[in-house]
């Protein structure tokens, strides 16, 4: 059944001169389910409309830019992100009012939020404040039950409880709750601000949410009940009932392929569900590849699994799953000419073993057409260094960092297509402890920081790390070297000199392209490219608009212990010129 959420809501000035609450709620864009519904309600705390001001921007802060954030990035992060932010303003936007006024008393800008997301088979929570979220769920024995999902953040005090402990704007940094759990067809949420649960109990709540079909007649009823018994607040209510869920989640899919057998090893003939295999590819000790075809349409494919060694590695099965995840989410099934950049999955429709199925797409490796001898021209390395780069824009743009890009893992297809492959290490925020503690990544080109020279921290992957990966390939692709020389695992690198320029090694390498090349793998990370996109700006503006030339790194730049090593040459010379003035020298 696809996602499907009835949404209403309903709002009531009551008695108050204005109506300070605000509600609102958003749909994922048709097609893409996975996003999930984000609906959120606010109070206002402070008069003077500073407090209308204050619910409405928090929750349309978060409304609106939900669905904008990567899609690989875990809720709990975008909603942290985007409260944060929104909270940053509001107390900013506090101080400037304050100090406009000379110290004056002056209305802040200041509102409760409550924050509900239904994505895939779970929902979670962001709270700050007093607005309340009930969960109505039918319980055994044809019961509903009514859980209030959080607390409160206000004093205990009866005559305080009107004041918050916690809210939008109070501080510059704000706390937020967050809760989660398993979503279930039939489910209600039900968010309201203190207008009405101030005066109507779980029991009404209960009965009045479960008495109407739709979820908008639902919130009027419960909004209509509280002004009835008497609020003395602005009344707002927000309904949401789950008629339908989206199973397409990373998260579901791992709990689907923990469940499934292994996929025992498969001979040329043999059939795997709707697939018929015609080739085995790979065996790597970990993972084994087979090429297969689809019995009902003949499309090739290829079906990658684990090796029967680590076929019940929980850590493995989850690494092999995440990496299929990211594959459907960066890649496009259709995408413009020259800018395929990654290879799309397939999702078996019942899966009787666990494999995942990518799209076969006939070619070779950038490593393998090096190996061979292959030259290339000038302009169809930087057209391919262009395609690669844009498709680690849109990697990046995902959140996600690849932190093995190298010629192994560029493919060109024989559609003259550029692809990234292996997305096996990639980081994505949702991807599993196993795999964010493996030092992953090819030696020879990974930067300087990472390894941690001298007396500095090795650092983590990161987005930098990959434009670095690829200034080194690049660097090669021209001239058949790598910048800096071969480096062995766990060694430092020898990063005691600037590479040469790559026009030294082949003249035909226009001067621009030195200039893009060496600053891709510059010792200082601060002269280097910032992001792919800038990388592909300065390939595409070539000589019209050329980079300034980089000043060569300082000898204490590239060797810190150079000076100390200077200073005891130095010594050593002297004290052996003393020696020999002493002994051989008339006094």
């Not at 024995?141 to 005090?157: K, M």
């Not at 995942?356 to 070619?363: C, E, P, S």
């Amino acid at each position: 059944m696809s996602f499907d959420v009835d949404i209403g809501h309903f709002s009531l000035q009551g008695p108050r001169e204005r109506n300070e609450d605000f509600a609102a709620a958003a749909r994922p864009a048709p097609g893409d389910a996975t996003r999930g519904v984000v609906a959120a309600i606010a109070d206002g705390v402070s008069g003077g409309g500073a407090g209308r001001e204050a619910a409405q921007t928090s929750v349309m802060s978060v409304v609106a830019d939900y669905h904008g954030a990567p899609d690989t990035w875990e809720t709990s992060v975008v909603l942290d992100r985007l409260i944060s932010a929104q909270n940053a303003w509001l107390a900013d936007h506090n101080r400037r009012r304050q100090g406009a006024r000379d110290g004056a008393d002056a209305p802040l800008a200041m509102s409760t939020l409550t924050v509900l997301v239904l994505r895939g088979q779970a929902w979670m929570l962001a709270h700050v404040g007093d607005t309340r979220a009930w969960l109505l769920r039918d319980a055994p024995g044809s019961t509903t039950d009514c859980v209030q999902l959080t607390q409160d953040h206000a004093f205990e005090e009866a005559f305080q409880r009107s004041r918050l402990t916690r809210a939008m704007g109070l501080d510059d940094r704000v706390r937020v709750d967050f809760e989660q759990g398993e979503l279930r067809i039939g489910d209600t949420f039900v968010l309201t601000t203190d207008g009405v649960h101030g005066v109507l109990d779980r029991a009404r709540l209960l009965a009045l949410a479960g008495a109407h079909a739709s979820a908008q007649a639902a919130s009027e009823a419960i909004v209509n009940a509280a002004i009835a018994a008497g609020t003395r607040d602005n009344a707002t209510a927000l309904v949401l009932r789950v008629n339908g869920l989206d199973a397409s989640r990373f998260e579901d899919a791992l709990l689907q392929g923990r469940g499934l057998p292994a996929l025992q090893r498969r001979k040329v003939g043999d059939t795997v569900d709707g697939y018929v295999i015609t080739a085995p590819l790979a065996d790597t000790g970990v993972h084994r590849l087979y090429q297969a075809r689809e019995i009902a349409g003949g499309a090739l494919v290829v079906l990658k699994t684990l090796h029967e060694s680590r076929a019940h590695d929980a850590q493995e099965r989850a690494m092999l799953v995440h990496e299929a995840w990211l594959a459907s989410r960066v890649a496009e099934r259709h995408p413009p000419r020259g800018e395929a950049g990654f290879v799309c999955t397939h999702e078996p429709a019942q899966p009787s073993a666990f494999y995942t199925v990518f799209d076969w797409h006939a070619g070779v490796t950038l490593e393998a057409m090096l190996g061979q001898g292959r030259r290339f021209a000038v302009a169809d390395i930087v057209d391919g260094t262009i395609a690669v780069a844009r498709a680690l824009a849109r990697l990046h743009r995902h959140g996600v960092i690849h932190r093995d890009i190298k010629p192994g893992n560029l493919y060109l297809g024989d559609d003259g297509q550029w692809r990234v492959l292996d997305l096996g290490a990639a980081l994505s925020g949702s991807d599993p402890a196993a795999l964010r503690a493996l030092h992953a990544g090819t030696p020879s080109y990974m930067n300087p920081e990472q390894w941690g020279l001298g007396d500095a921290e090795p650092q983590p992957a990161d987005a930098p790390g990959d434009l670095y990966a690829l200034g080194v390939t690049l660097y090669q692709w021209l001239t058949g070297k790598l910048p800096y020389g071969e480096i062995e695992p766990y060694q430092g690198g020898r990063f005691r000199r600037d590479p040469k320029p790559p026009s030294r090694l082949r003249p035909d390498v226009p001067i621009w392209l030195d200039q893009v090349a060496l600053k891709a793998v510059a010792l200082d990370p601060r002269q280097r490219f910032e992001t792919a996109e800038e990388l592909v700006l300065a390939l595409e503006r070539g000589a019209s608009r050329p980079l300034a030339a980089l000043a060569g790194t300082p000898l204490l730049a590239r060797h810190p212990t150079a000076l100390w090593q200077i200073a005891l040459g130095a010594s050593l010379l002297f004290n052996a010129l003393l020696i020999y003035w002493l002994l051989f020298l008339p006094r």
